[in-house]
């Protein structure tokens, strides 16, 4: 076999191998254009999620904006995406990270760095909060913007250090909570703004906030004072609820039943008046039997009352035998 290839001459050897080329070539013919084509198919269509937005570049410039779903685009990256989450609510921790989320999440510290802050009132707290925020604007935020969380973060930082500074620590810990939210949250929108970021600042919310630990124990024990202080003003305000209504409703109605009597007193004086008035109006009309008429009843009212009775005529001077009159 070895002399019968050796025997084969030039011709035959060319011959052979451009059959084999021929055959390769064919099957190129029909591969290239399919790989070809499939490229561009690959690279033609994109899929936006739906808490997403599709931002379109055309030769590294802004092109356009697409809503979540299937979309076409110019193929071999002539036309590039970039799909923000613009309808998710994003949040960064200050003074804590969130290890691991649930139903009992834990927590770790950050540097004390972060979260050691200088009061109104020269004390030193320990201040946590977060911040929620969302993109309202994707192209502000793509290409105005290096670094959208170190820019939070730090815009964040320096407000939150300027609003702790102008309150006391106890206002921190409990009486302006409220207003150090909304005051951060506006001024963090303000400056954000300024940048044109393209960032909606959502929530701005204070977690803890604590002494540092070498103050800690005199800090709890001024805490205690502070509630031993509410507990006995709310124990000497039940009291005074108890009460003064009490007495200021005995008062009420010992006024109530005077002005009363008051009223039932001037009421039966002057029924009395007018009596008298009409009896004197009789009594001026015709004196004599006026007057028999009043000894009369007079005498009907005396003479029951009376157990034993004497009649005694003034034109004797002894008294008259006793009749048993009383019995009778």
Not at 248 to 259: D, E
Not at 284 to 301: F, G
Request: glycine share 6%.
């Amino acid at each position: 076999m070895a002399s019968a290839r050796y025997d084969q001459g030039p011709g035959d050897f060319f011959e052979a191998n451009f059959q084999r080329l021929q055959f390769s070539w064919g099957w190129l013919t029909w591969a290239l254009p399919l790989i070809v084509i499939l490229m561009l198919l690959s690279t033609s269509f994109y899929m936006v999620d739906t808490d997403s937005k599709g931002v379109v570049q055309r030769f590294g410039r802004f092109n356009r904006i697409t809503e979540p779903g299937l979309h076409f685009k110019l193929p071999l990256n002539i036309e590039k995406v970039q799909k923000p989450q613009a309808s998710r609510i994003f949040k960064e921790e200050f003074g804590f990270s969130t290890l691991r989320a649930g139903i009992k999440s834990t927590y770790g510290k950050r540097t004390l760095d972060e979260s050691l802050m200088l009061c109104g009132d020269l004390s030193v707290a320990e201040v946590e909060w977060i911040v929620q925020y969302k993109i309202l604007e994707p192209v502000k935020y793509l290409f105005n913007i290096r670094n959208p969380q170190k820019v939070i973060r730090d815009v964040s930082e320096s407000v939150m250090r300027t609003v702790v500074g102008d309150s006391s620590v106890d206002e921190v810990l409990t009486a302006r909570r409220m207003e150090i939210n909304a005051e951060a949250k506006e001024k963090m929108q303000s400056i954000l703004d300024n940048y044109n970021t393209g960032i909606l600042v959502d929530t701005v919310k204070l977690q803890d906030v604590n002494p540092p630990e070498p103050v800690k124990p005199a800090f709890n024990e001024v805490n205690a004072a502070q509630q031993d202080k509410e507990r006995l003003i709310n124990q000497a305000k039940e009291e005074y609820n108890k009460v003064i209504p009490k007495v200021r409703g005995q008062a009420l109605q010992m006024v109530k039943q005077a002005q009363g009597y008051a009223i039932d007193r001037t009421n039966s004086a002057l029924g009395d008046a007018q009596r008298f008035n009409q009896i004197w109006a009789e009594y001026s009309q015709n004196k004599d039997v006026t007057r028999r008429r009043l000894y009369l009843e007079s005498l009907e009212k005396v003479f029951p009352k009376l157990e034993k009775k004497y009649i005694i005529d003034d034109k004797v001077k002894g008294l008259l035998p006793l009749m048993n009159i009383g019995k009778e």
